[in-house]
Nanobody, 129 residues
């Protein structure tokens, strides 16, 4: 069973920065395709950034040039560095994993051609002006 534990988040002023972390269980972390999603009140959950095992990355247009996704395979940890934050970045942020295309019986999301079926708990990011 894959477990994802998210840390980080908080409240910052416009232009500020935050870093999110996501610690994953499982000895095969390096084979997972990992991603970050966010959901603002009243809106659908959307993909923000994703990273492959070879560190190939993809970003939503809204965060390109401001957010950076990375991972430390030795620590089974995924990161999202968020710079130049804007009020429209305010949302609950989730870490997710594509583990062999399995949907873990709950919410699953298809993004960048991957099925994210394992989710961490959300962490709130609030950007105020």
């Amino acid at each position: 069973q894959v477990q994802l534990v998210v840390s980080g988040g908080g409240s910052v002023q416009t232009g500020g920065y935050l870093r999110l972390s996501c610690a994953a269980s499982g000895s095969t972390y390096s084979t997972y395709y990992m991603g970050w999603f966010r959901q603002a009140p009243g809106k659908e959950r959307e993909g923000v950034a994703a990273i492959d095992s070879d560190s190939t990355t993809k970003y939503a247009d809204s965060v390109k040039g401001r957010f950076t996704i990375s991972q430390d395979n030795a620590k089974n940890t995924l990161y999202l560095q968020m710079n130049s934050l804007k009020p429209e970045d305010t949302a609950m942020y989730y870490c997710a994993a594509d583990v062999g295309g399995r949907c873990n019986g709950g919410y699953c999301a298809l993004w960048v051609g991957r099925l994210f079926g394992f989710w961490g708990q959300g962490t709130q990011v609030t950007v105020w002006s």
